[in-house]
């Protein structure tokens, strides 16, 4: 499972695009497991202290139900890769670029850019944030159409209409993932950048703790890189380390976060039949492995920071993988081992 899951990253984050890269390395995963467990079953299995045999009945779903489960994420595939089409995406641009208010302060060379007012080209960015003194162009780029959030907006709208999701139960799952997140937003943003950017040197080490605490907190990778990836580009511009290794190391310690995420294992108890006693031991469980392959990437992040730093760019293109590097592939693969590790002790039940 983690082999499948580093892998299929590997290939779409460098071969389509940054958009879908851990939601169909999600999937091949998921389909890999299920492939693994038809074919083959261990001849032991390790059980958790206390832990019983259990017999559930498993319920045969017809092939209109399996692919009515499975129509969120396919739309969700389709529409952002639809999104992510250059002929699409910048038609909307240019469709949305025309539609600005002409008494906001434009940029002529970006499409979408706003000028922000007392602070476009008044500071000045000084080494080691860049190479020679620079004015800092604060540019906002308002492309609300084109975002990728847009374009999972619109998944998830299509997604509820085909559903029969009524409107008033759509607008509860909106609020209650807002109020969901909330805490993890207030609790960690407003602290985090003061505290990153005093850690100095150990920085690439802290940055898989953040990776893994906003995953653990918000109980997505997905998640955690919107609410902290930026925040880790900025420290470390700020303290000349490459950029697009603590973006990678962000996402990458966020997998061992995601094993012992209070959703995560509520899933995993909810769907082997078992009770939610076995939540607390099922986190006693994985609690070690998340700790120990969070700080395992901390020592990779520091490894590629300052050991080896050729083999990371300072500059990606719109393109270049956050997963690209040889040390965050290990990384990914061992997350993902571990994370199927636990899955399927739950599952062999």
């Excluded at 949305?96 to 434009?106: E, F, K, N, S």
């Excluded at 609790?187 to 950048?193: D, E, F, H, K, T």
């Excluded at 050991?307 to 760019?313: A, D, E, I, R, Y």
Aim: with cysteine; charged share 10%; aromatic share 12%.
């Amino acid at each position: 499972c983690g082999v499948s899951f580093a892998g299929m990253q590997f290939f779409v984050s460098n071969y389509v695009g940054p958009e879908l890269t851990d939601i169909m390395s999600s999937l091949t995963c998921i389909i890999v497991m299920v492939a693994v467990l038809k074919l083959w079953r261990p001849a032991r299995i390790m059980r958790l202290e206390g832990d019983h045999d259990s017999i559930t009945r498993g319920k045969v779903h017809s092939g209109g139900e399996v692919f009515t489960a499975w129509l969120p994420y396919l739309l969700l595939v389709v529409i952002v890769l639809a999104w992510g089409e250059p002929a699409i995406k910048g038609g909307f641009d240019r469709w949305t670029h025309g539609l600005l208010p002409a008494w906001l302060p434009r940029n002529a060379g970006v499409l979408n850019g706003l000028n922000v007012p007392g602070l476009h080209n008044l500071i000045t960015r000084i080494p080691p944030v860049t190479a020679q003194p620079s004015p800092y162009a604060a540019v906002f780029t308002f492309n609300w159409l084109t975002a990728s959030g847009t374009a999972c907006f619109i998944a998830t709208v299509v997604a509820a209409l085909l559903l029969g999701i009524r409107p008033a139960k759509f607008v509860d799952i909106y609020v209650a993932t807002f109020r969901q997140l909330s805490f993890a937003i207030l609790s960690i943003a407003l602290m985090l950048g003061l505290a990153l950017a005093t850690t100095g040197g150990a920085f690439p080490f802290f940055s898989a703790v953040v990776g893994w605490m906003g995953v653990f907190l918000t109980g997505s990778d997905t998640s955690a890189n919107a609410l902290f990836g930026n925040l880790q580009v900025v420290t470390a511009n700020a303290l000349g380390v490459s950029p697009i290794l603590m973006a990678s190391v962000n996402s990458a310690a966020g997998v061992m976060g995601k094993m012992i995420s209070v959703q995560s294992i509520a899933v995993a108890v909810a769907a082997t039949g078992m009770t939610s006693a076995d939540e607390s031991r099922l986190f006693r469980f994985t609690i070690k492995h998340s700790v120990l392959l969070m700080a395992l990437m901390g020592l990779i992040a520091l490894l590629f920071a300052y050991v080896v730093p050729g083999f990371v760019g300072f500059q990606a293109s719109p393109y270049t993988s956050r997963y690209s590097e040889p040390g965050i592939i290990c990384g990914r693969a061992f997350a993902g081992a571990s994370a199927g590790g636990s899955w399927y002790f739950a599952a062999a039940r």
